[in-house]
Nanobody, 121 residues
């Protein structure tokens, strides 16, 4: 069974940076796309970035384009999200999943524990 474990969240000042990690295990070799999602309090999971782990093709939501960078290390079965220029509105719990759904607010899904990002002023 495919599982993702997210890590790297924390508290950062506005304008600062964080790098999140998404480690896959289980049926990781069958995954083609990995996407990052975030859930702010009271909202559904928003797809913000995704990557084709085979050729590195990436897509970003307009809300993070130019500030966030998704990358992968296939040898480690890990996908990263480098977040620069963080804003208070980026505060959320971040999740990854085996799909690309940029710009979509998902009502349901099989989510892991996620990693929380807090952005202070």
């Amino acid at each position: 069974q495919l599982r993702f474990v997210e890590s790297g969240g924390g508290v950062v000042q506005a304008g600062g940076s964080l790098r999140l990690s998404c480690a896959a295990s289980g049926a990781a070799l069958k995954v083609d796309w990995v996407g990052w999602f975030r859930q702010a309090p009271g909202k559904n999971h928003e797809g913000i970035a995704c990557i084709d782990v085979n050729d590195g093709t990436t897509y970003y939501a307009n809300s993070v384009k130019g500030r966030f960078t998704i990358s992968r290390d296939n040898a480690k079965n890990t996908v990263y999200l480098q977040m620069d220029g963080l804003k208070p509105e980026d505060a959320a719990t971040y999740f990854c999943a085996a799909e690309c759904a940029v710009g979509v607010f998902k009502v349901s899904g099989d989510w892991g524990q996620g990693t929380q990002v807090i952005v202070s002023l």
